[in-house]
DNA sequence: TTGTAGGCGTTATCAC
DNA sequence: GTGATAACGCCTACAA
């Protein structure tokens, strides 16, 4: 493609003539316009936008970081905030990465490139990134907390997540209800065992949780706790049991309710009947994108909700 | 983030020692390269990447564009590819697309930034470009061919793929095999629904295609085809359907064998026991990678790999 | 060993 | 209405 330079040149004006054209700019005659337009069009010019962004020291480039492996979720939730931010004229990039050298280079090359702001879904749980790079480029953690106090963090109430789907059981009348999650110390995971084990207590009932490993030690758990609903921590593993517990002849919801978290639009379209914990990713992403484009968060925390698929039903 | 310039007063140096010290240059004494990296450490300056890339006109990064939903196997492949590149030092970024006009914009975009290449799967069989992007942006289309011949497309042998489909069912003794496959007339798809009819007829089998529309004509279908096998284009196809001929009550693989293609990474955790044609992903992405350094594709195509899951069996 | 000058493509500003 | 110039941050080439 060419540069400014030569389709002035090939145009017979200047630069700031081209300039003036290319954005809609006063202070040219209607003529030259569509002739320079009209050459730009045939020759296939358009501005360079990095080169804009380096005069203004700030690219309109938003870097996302997600995980290289199960980040379904992460990529429902993408796919609407890049819209969400396009509106804006900022351009959302995602990176998968591995492990946590690649996510630190990662986000240092963004920092370089002086990326507007970066999104990020950190490898592990308190993680500490470099005071150089929370001082240059503003960063956003989703779901999980970093120890940088600059850093901010964004998740719903999955506090309130795991109450629900405690209330949501219960009123179905289980009272052995076993919460199965990951070994992982993120945020989002403590929280929903928070309020589960929370709303158990109040409704008096006892608080069974597990955390996932393998097929074999999770019918040890299952036949030790004799559970009559599962409630997952998300759609992944709700989906992972629900194939194991139907292998086994375990009818499901009969004889075991299943219920996860996350019925994004993959989710649904890979299990339409599972019941879930709705995440609110409309409310989620029209945060992040006020994030990226005010810096601030105005969280009106917006609630789950359950959607009433066919792996819960009312317990006999 | 400080710039060059102001490094180099800091270190009371000229910018162009800074830029020695930086790159390891030689022409600098080992006290001066040591005192300007401490320095640099210090207020975290590191060059932009995107000042040098508009003197060299042309970027470091490749722009990928997969689509917003159904993408687990593009970000699985997206992951692999990202490290192959990362070795060549560049860096893959990708976005999401939801339609045709958002595709086109955002191709248009990467052209204007002169990224290196770019790698697409075109939301449409056939689509026709500008030539003015294909001009100036190195474009490699995933799966499906586009019009415009400086296109290069990338694909595995899916003919290939589709004979052993065949062939892996009818050694198990099957021979009502029904192909579950998509109404999009994208190359892949259609590549497997020859190499299925191929050699279905090469062993004189009686071809059973059909598209999925949705559960009721699905079960029509197969209530009228008596399959004891079904070939489905893709493992999401499998999953989907797998889950509606178990919820009816039909034994996998006793009554009805299914198989799947792709078994990558997601795939497989999702689902293990799911019988597949391994996609040779591995050497699929070492060819966009080769393509994305060199320009060429050294195509020394590598086959599918039957991998035997629990949703297959021997026919009785 | 180090400094200086010029240029990459774009835009803002000022002069004509 | 249009052209010239400076500036953004970096790197190469050359001068000291």
Not at 198 to 224: C, H, I, P, W
Request: overall charge positive.
């Amino acid at each position: 493609m060419i540069s400014s330079l030569q389709l002035a040149k090939l145009c017979g004006v200047s630069q700031g003539t081209v300039d003036r054209a290319m954005h809609g700019r006063p202070g040219i005659s209607e003529a030259t316009r569509r002739k320079i337009l009209a050459m730009a069009e045939r020759y296939g010019y358009r501005p360079n936008p990095a080169v804009r962004e380096i005069m203004d020291r700030r690219s309109h480039l938003v870097g996302a970081i997600i995980p290289a492996l199960n980040n379904i979720f992460f990529m429902d939730m993408m796919s609407r905030l890049k819209e969400l931010l396009a509106a804006h004229q900022k351009m959302l990039l995602l990176t998968p990465v591995h492990d946590q050298e690649d996510f630190t280079r990662t986000l240092e090359e963004f920092a370089a490139r002086k990326m507007h702001a970066a999104l990020v879904v950190p490898p592990e749980e308190n993680l500490v990134l470099p005071s150089n790079l929370t001082k240059s480029l503003p960063i956003l953690s989703l779901l999980s907390k970093c120890k940088n106090k600059a850093i901010t963090t964004l998740a719903a109430d999955d506090i309130q997540a795991g109450r629900m789907a405690v209330q949501y059981l219960a009123n179905l009348g289980h009272r052995r209800i076993l919460h199965l999650t990951y070994a992982r110390k993120a945020k989002g995971i403590m929280d929903r065992i928070c309020g589960y084990r929370a709303q158990m207590k109040e409704l008096g009932l006892e608080s069974l949780v597990a955390v996932y490993r393998d097929e074999k030690t999770f019918f040890e758990t299952v036949n030790r706790y004799r559970p009559s609903a599962i409630f997952c921590h998300n759609d992944w593993l709700a989906i992972t049991i629900l194939r194991q517990v139907q292998h086994r002849g375990i009818k499901v919801p009969e004889e075991l309710s299943i219920l996860g978290v996350d019925h994004t639009p993959t989710f649904q379209a890979l299990y339409p009947d599972l019941s879930s914990l709705e995440y609110p990713l409309k409310h989620f992403t029209e945060c992040a994108a006020q994030w990226v484009i005010t810096g601030k968060i105005h969280a009106v925390s917006e609630a789950f909700r359950v959607f009433e698929g066919k792996t819960t039903c009312r317990q006999k």
